[in-house]
């Protein structure tokens, strides 16, 4: 599937939220501000998804306690160099993979980087 140049549907908007929240940048704005001092530098770093007006920080991206996860930190820096747009690469991480073996990129992230970015440079690819 070529999910790098489909429109993104409100079903799978409504898909990610119904499965790993989707709060605005706002709200973990509000919430990194009261876990640490200066959220900036974290800011910077979160995956973003632009929906209608409205922007958005998909769940995934977050261990309990509110830090970022590093193996999604290495996923998105990576999409970045590659020039994937932010809500391809959130869709890529919840989309089957036959890199993968059919797995999701968000279901394998305990796996480490190393296949992983080899299925989003496949995806790339395409």
Not at 25 to 33: A, F, K, T, Y
Not at 36 to 63: K, N
Not at 99 to 124: C, M, Q, S, W, Y
């Amino acid at each position: 599937m070529n999910v790098n140049r489909q429109p993104i549907s409100h079903q799978t908007w409504e898909g990610i939220r119904a499965e790993f929240t989707l709060p605005a940048l706002e709200q973990v704005r509000r919430r990194l501000s009261e876990l640490m001092e200066d959220p900036e530098p974290v800011m910077q770093q979160l995956v973003r998804v632009f929906i209608d007006d409205g922007t958005f920080c998909p769940g995934f991206q977050f261990l309990p306690g509110g830090q970022l996860h590093p193996t999604v930190l290495i996923l998105f820096q990576r999409a970045m160099e590659l020039q994937i747009p932010h809500n391809y690469v959130t869709v890529w991480m919840v989309t089957p993979s036959r890199e993968l073996a059919g797995g999701r990129p968000v279901d394998l992230l305990k796996n480490g980087p190393t296949p992983l970015l080899r299925a989003l440079e496949a995806f790339n690819l395409r």
